[in-house]
């Protein structure tokens, strides 16, 4: 019953968060009043966790709580769950779009949500920076300077951007190295 349970569950937050990964959050946020399955304290830890790995963070969450609530069978069951809705949608549209796509109207319509898809990539790009590198609410609490920057946060980057920029060693590496060596470096200075 727990697994029906997963699968409608994330059925419903895939069905419903139009705009990717982090569309579903606010789903997530009801799953775990509603169900208890995990606190709103451990969701921000998922958050940081599927942020910082490879794959979209929906899935990655999705995976997360399937595995905690119901093991393995939990973690695949939620997981498809949360991406069912999403291949129906995707199989319906090309199966559609099969049909118009040498239509002038339709090529224009595509080429004109490019500015749209890049302005939705700058946006998450922005938050993530604002919430990784600045306090801003403690600053907002405290209204002192030094509380809007989180030093330990900034100085990793700085190291990073340094890295991959400017040592030539380093440059042509995996960005999972840094992904990795991030982690490792947060875990020690307990960021």
Not at 112 to 117: E, N, V, Y
Request: hydrophobic share 55%; proline share 4%.
């Amino acid at each position: 019953m727990i697994l029906l349970r997963l699968f409608f569950e994330f059925f419903k937050a895939g069905l419903f968060a139009v705009g990717g990964g982090m569309a579903t959050l606010p789903f997530m946020y009801d799953i775990s009043t509603r169900t208890g399955w995990f606190t709103h304290e451990m969701l921000a830890d998922m958050i940081a966790v599927s942020e910082s790995t490879p794959g979209p963070i929906g899935v990655n969450m999705a995976t997360y709580v399937g595995f905690e609530t119901a093991g393995i069978p939990g973690a695949v069951t939620a997981t498809i769950g949360l991406v069912t809705p999403s291949v129906i949608v995707i199989l319906l549209i090309a199966r559609a779009l099969k049909a118009f796509r040498e239509n002038k109207t339709v090529e224009a319509g595509f080429y004109g949500l490019r500015p749209c898809s890049v302005g939705l990539i700058a946006a998450a790009g922005f938050l993530v920076v604002k919430l990784a590198l600045f306090n801003t609410d403690l600053y907002g609490q405290s209204g002192q300077l030094d509380d809007l920057f989180n030093v330990k946060a900034l100085a990793l980057a700085a190291v990073l951007l340094v890295c991959t920029r400017y040592v030539k060693k380093l440059k042509g590496l995996h960005p999972i190295f840094f992904i990795l060596a991030s982690a490792v470096i947060g875990i020690v200075f307990s960021f």
